[in-house]
């Protein structure tokens, strides 16, 4: 089993190990719908630890891969309901909580 101590913490997470893993989820799932083999590394090497987020989101092959998808997240942020957009902020805290929960329960049991 993997533990916070394990996971290299993403730059961007500011030192909150259920932030850091939420976002190495994202990396992870965005590396695997994809061909692009430079973003692929790029993300590799954030994982590993041996780059930041904030380092490669400045890279051409990072912005190839995600602004097709933050434009099309957009739209349908836009599209949404003052209430529709509320309960996804609760649902992105629900989730986060829990994340932080489960970190807890690992430190305790590791």
């Known amino acids: 089993m993997t533990t916070p101590e394990d996971e290299p913490m993403i730059d961007v997470a500011r030192g909150d190990p259920a932030v850091s893993r939420r976002l190495r989820k994202a990396l992870e799932t965005l ?3 994809t061909d692009n083999e430079e973003f692929r590394r790029l993300v590799d090497d954030t994982l590993a630890g ?3 987020l904030r380092d490669i989101s400045r890279s051409p092959a990072f912005a190839q891969v995600l602004d097709p998808l933050v434009e099309r997240f957009a739209a349908q942020y836009e599209a949404l309901s003052e209430d529709e957009r509320q309960a996804m902020a609760e649902e992105g805290e629900r989730q986060l909580a829990e994340e932080r929960e489960r970190i807890a329960r690992e430190e305790e049991s590791g």
């Open 50 to 52: 041996r780059s930041g």
């Open 31 to 33: 590396r695997a719908s």
